[in-house]
């Protein structure tokens, strides 16, 4: 049974910095490309960033790009969404994600807010 449990989420001010975790099982994580998407209120759910299965490949969306780094450490089947220089803009419920044999796999998300 594949699980992903997001788990980093908070209020943080302005400016500040968050650094998302998704623990999976369930799967073969090594070999996954894994990907963090997010829903803000009353806004459809949009692909924030993926890493590909050995870090070697990542990309961001437009409105993220050079202030989240997405990353990995396959010994912990663990990926990492560091999210910095945050905007109020960037309020949302966080998913991770993956891709398996079954479909689309999604956690429960964790909640960011972004608010002085």
């Known amino acids: 049974q594949v699980q992903l449990v997001e788990s980093g989420g908070g209020l943080v001010q302005p400016g500040g910095s968050l650094r998302l975790s998704c623990a999976a099982s369930?799967?073969?994580?090594?070999?996954?490309?894994m990907s963090w998407y997010r829903q803000a209120p009353g806004k459809e759910r949009e692909w924030v960033a993926l890493?590909?299965?050995?870090?070697?490949?990542?990309n961001y969306a437009d409105s993220v790009k050079g202030r989240f780094t997405i990353s990995r450490d396959n010994a912990k089947n663990t990926a990492y969404l560091q999210m910095n220089s945050l905007k109020p803009d960037d309020t949302a419920i966080y998913y991770c994600?993956?891709?398996?044999?079954?479909?689309?796999?999604w956690g429960e998300g964790t909640q960011v807010n972004v608010s002085s």
């Open positions: 369930g799967f073969t994580f090594s070999t996954n490309t």
């Open positions: 890493i590909t299965y050995n870090g070697g490949i990542t």
């Open positions: 994600s993956t891709i398996t044999s079954r479909g689309r796999q």
